[in-house]
């Protein structure tokens, strides 16, 4: 499945690409991941940056790797700790304490990661969709009448893309998991809800 991805989004991609300016255009910067290592920290302990290095992050990508580096392997070691803490059936408060350590954690790596991002390469949602929508992917439905919520149409391009997406579903799930297939009405009486 994974190499019928690329020809699943292409639709989209095309529209989209032809609909950015030439410098977004560019492929992002991913550092190397840091070295694995297998030793743990406990739950309490706490991660700093160097200040230098932050500002260096701003620079180039090197020094956002000298940043988020101490950051991944924190992640990594908490990791590590919940899933010794799981073998060896440690008690569930201290299991629940690491998790809550290791979210902690994660959330700081990616709110540094989200901060050491490139300016230009955040994208603004509010002008995603109205490209999507200028190019006719999708509208609400009966949009010249008000609109209805919940309810959309597909254009040329929007359509091709979910057929893509829906075939790609069937020839997975259908033919490569031989799961069967029904199609089913849309309205529901009100006791089913119930």
């Known amino acids: 499945m994974p190499s019928l991805l690329p020809a699943l989004f292409r639709p989209l991609r095309a529209a989209l690409l032809l609909s950015l300016p030439p410098l977004a255009l560019r492929p992002p910067v991913r550092p190397s991941p840091a070295p694995r290592r297998s030793f743990s920290t406990p739950p309490s302990a706490q991660i700093s940056v160097p200040a230098a290095a932050a500002s260096r992050s701003s620079m180039d990508g090197t020094g956002a790797e000298e940043v988020l580096a101490p ?59 109205d490209t999507l929508k200028r190019r006719f992917f999708y509208d609400q439905a009966f949009a010249i009448y008000g609109g209805v919520s919940g309810l959309y149409d597909f254009g040329p391009v929007g359509c091709a893309l979910k057929n893509n997406i829906i075939q790609t579903w069937r020839q997975h799930f259908i033919q490569e998991e031989q799961i069967l297939e029904i199609d089913c009405t849309m309205l529901t009486p009100e006791p089913v809800l119930k």
């Open 71 to 129: 950051l991944r392997l924190a992640v990594r070691q908490q990791g590590d700790l919940v899933r010794k803490l799981k073998e060896d059936k440690a008690p569930q408060v201290d299991v629940d304490k690491a998790v809550a350590e290791l979210k902690a954690r994660k959330r700081v790596l990616e709110a540094k990661e989200l901060a050491l991002q490139p300016k230009d390469d955040i994208i603004d949602r509010s002008k995603m969709e």
